[in-house]
Structures are given as structure tokens and as C-alpha cells.
Nanobody, 123 residues
Framework: QVQLVESGGGSVQTGGSLRLACVASDYMYYMGWFRQAPGQAREGVAARTAGNVERVADSVKGRFTVSRDVDKNTLYLEMKNLKSEDTAMYYC????????????????????WGQGTQVTVSS
């Protein structure tokens, strides 16, 4: 069982920045960030493979940067120019390699999940 531990959430004002980190207990090919606001579905934010293929949601493109230290089994999410609509619980997710498949934003494609870290953006 792979454990994922997120850190770095918090409360900031509009326009502020936060950096999230997710440490996995073992190597996983796919690692990604999802978020879920109250009453809304969980959505993909950014993901990166161990081969450095990445995907970033249009809603955060240009403001959020995903990076990964494969040797440390760690995924990062640098968030800048935060907006109120970014307020959500942010979850780290991971999955093993699936030959022939692309980087997914479908939650059910990820087997392992962290407990989440809250990000709150206020004006």
C-alpha cells in the first residue's frame, strides 16, 4: 500500500502564493494533484509522469506549475496569483504505469490518494 502525504496548504489572500508538496512512500509512475470544493466534483489540476510528461488544467494554466523530484518520490504544485475560485481541498494522487495510456485527470484512474490539504483564498 502506497502512502501519500500532502503538505503546504493554508489560507492566503487573493493574488498570493502557496507551494504544495506530496511525498509518496514508493515510486509511482503517475502522480497528480486534484481538488474538490464543497458541493463540487473532484477535478484534475496538474499531473506529471516520472518521464516528465505533464498536464495542467486550463483553469490554472499560467498560474500553477507542477514539478516532480522522482528520486525523492515527491510531487510539487507551485500556485501563484491565487483566486477565490481556487479554494478547495487539494489531494495528491498516484498510480502505476499503464502502457498505452495518456496522463489522466479521471480520479478513478488513480489508485492511491492522500488525505488532502486545504487551500483557502480570501479577498
Amino acid at each position: 500500500q502506497v502512502q501519500l502525504v500532502e503538505s503546504g496548504g493554508g489560507s492566503v489572500q487573493t493574488g498570493g502564493s502557496l507551494r504544495l508538496a506530496c511525498v509518496a512512500s514508493d515510486y509511482m509512475y503517475y502522480m497528480g494533484w486534484f481538488r474538490q470544493a464543497p458541493g463540487q466534483a473532484r477535478e484534475g489540476v496538474a499531473a506529471r509522469t516520472a518521464g516528465n510528461v505533464e498536464r495542467v488544467a486550463d483553469s490554472v494554466k499560467g498560474r500553477f506549475t507542477v514539478s516532480r523530484d522522482v528520486d525523492k518520490n515527491t510531487l510539487y504544485l507551485e500556485m501563484k496569483n491565487l483566486k477565490s475560485e481556487d479554494t478547495a481541498m487539494y489531494y495528491c494522487a498516484a498510480a502505476s504505469a499503464r502502457p498505452g495510456t495518456s496522463l489522466s485527470f479521471v480520479p478513478s484512474d488513480y489508485r492511491y490518494w492522500g488525505q488532502g490539504t486545504q487551500v483557502t483564498v480570501s479577498s
